[in-house]
């Protein structure tokens, strides 16, 4: 695909780096922020974590219902559709698993739902089986407000808009629908290894 | 700093605020990505206009900014993005705050408010360095001077000439609240810069009663290649 770029040399090649970059993505050491507004503001007394949609019964949580549940550590690389990827991030929360435990549902979707009015799509099957978590510390610390605190959606096998940032619930749906991004041309999935970017990827 | 006037055959056009990802190919075949914002207005003449600022440590912006020369070909795609827009149908009074290199999709809305000879009120707040660092310095002097119906004020954070009279320290709150249009005229606010100019920013607008979802934002860090 393309040509060569006249006189473009590009970084030093290391292949033992380039092996976890997925294609067209470079690393970073900080932690870029990218956000569609201003960080939203809820106070952990009125926050609450919602299991709703096409399910039975909807189940919620408070604050401190969601922390006393079994939570995991892990370490994930991340991978932002804005082509940056962060090797190693380290974060604790709640097994989506562990969340969806009891819950009934013929559903094949979800919708993310969060603070500020942010969405993002996702087929069921990506949120459970050990691949998604509601993350609310990222390396020994609560997670800050503007990284998606106190608690984000992760599922870092996916690009990071799929991370919501300020995430309020999950609404399981029997068909798909386009969030927030997938409605301004992101694409429905987002596999970073396929290069998912945009519709039609 | 340097601005890129690129002619793409074929161009679909594009709506002020949109982005493109520029991608760079080496001769054995490493290819890397970045996206950069359309400056220029919204046209149909298949052409398009990035400024690009130089990062020292960056892969592509060197490249764009040093290397490329007029007649080399580049691989672009897009136009993408549709959040982060402005069109004069949706009115305004429109508040702007960049920093830096974030005045790039704020100039392609102002540009396209001039080409389309829109009278919807518009107030610029631009953070730089120094004077030297203020990108289309000429053409914000001409807007902001010829009864255009935008104001454009500058601050200057790190340096300013002697005889500079305005603002000079990093925007707050304060500055906010003298600048932006009260949040009763309901104004549309595009924020652009660094992480912590829009993180601030927005947080003050958010106080000063602004509603957030009127509060569109694009952050960038200082690893934007």
Request: aromatic fraction near 10%; hydrophobic fraction near 35%.
């Amino acid at each position: 695909m393309g040509f060569v770029s006249r006189a473009f040399k590009g970084r030093p090649r290391d292949e033992s780096r380039d092996a976890r970059l997925p294609p067209g993505q470079y690393l970073v050491h900080d932690f870029p922020v990218l956000s569609a507004g201003p960080t939203p503001r809820t106070s952990l007394a009125e926050w609450t974590f919602s299991i709703e949609g096409e399910v039975d019964e909807a189940k919620h949580w408070n604050w401190e219902e969601l922390r006393n549940l079994p939570s995991e550590t892990l370490t994930r690389d991340i991978h932002c559709v804005t082509k940056w990827s962060k090797l190693d991030t380290a974060w604790e929360g709640v097994s989506v698993d562990t969340l969806l435990e009891g819950v009934e549902t013929a559903a094949d979707y979800v919708m993310a739902f969060c603070d500020g009015g942010y969405t993002t799509n996702l087929p069921l099957e990506d949120l459970t089986g050990g691949k998604a978590w509601i993350a609310y510390a990222y390396d020994g610390q609560p997670l800050e407000s503007q990284h998606g605190g106190p608690a984000r959606l992760l599922v870092p096998h996916l690009y990071f808009w799929k991370s919501a940032k300020w995430v309020r619930g999950l609404r399981l749906m029997n068909e798909d629908s386009p969030g927030f991004w997938e409605t301004y041309g992101y694409h429905m999935y987002g596999d970073p290894w396929l290069e998912q970017r945009y519709s039609g990827d | 700093m340097r601005s890129l006037d690129l002619a793409v055959p074929g161009w679909p056009g594009h709506r002020a605020g949109q982005h493109v990802d520029v991608r760079l190919t080496a001769d054995d075949g490493y290819q890397t990505q970045r996206s950069y914002s359309i400056a220029s207005a919204p046209s149909t003449d298949e052409r398009l206009t990035l400024t690009v600022e130089r990062l020292d440590d960056g892969e592509v912006s060197p490249y764009l900014a040093g290397e490329l020369r007029a007649g080399d070909k580049l691989e672009l795609r897009g136009p993408i993005g549709g959040y982060f827009v402005w069109e004069p149908a949706a009115g305004g009074p429109l508040l702007f705050v960049a920093g830096g290199s974030g005045i790039c999709p704020l100039m392609a809305m102002l540009r396209l408010r001039q080409a389309a000879m829109s009278t919807v009120p518009a107030r610029l707040l631009y953070s730089s360095r120094s004077l030297e660092d203020v990108i289309y310095r000429d053409e914000l002097d001409r807007l902001g001077s010829t009864g255009s119906g935008v104001e454009v004020m500058l601050t200057l954070t790190r340096e300013q000439p002697g005889t500079w009279n305005g603002l000079r320290r990093r925007i707050d709150s304060e500055m906010l609240h003298a600048v932006a249009w009260p949040p009763a005229e309901q104004p549309l606010i595009f924020v652009c810069g660094p992480t912590p100019l829009v993180e601030t920013a927005a947080n003050a607008l958010v106080n000063l009663g602004h509603e957030p979802a009127r509060i569109k934002t694009e952050r960038f860090g200082p690893t934007g290649g």
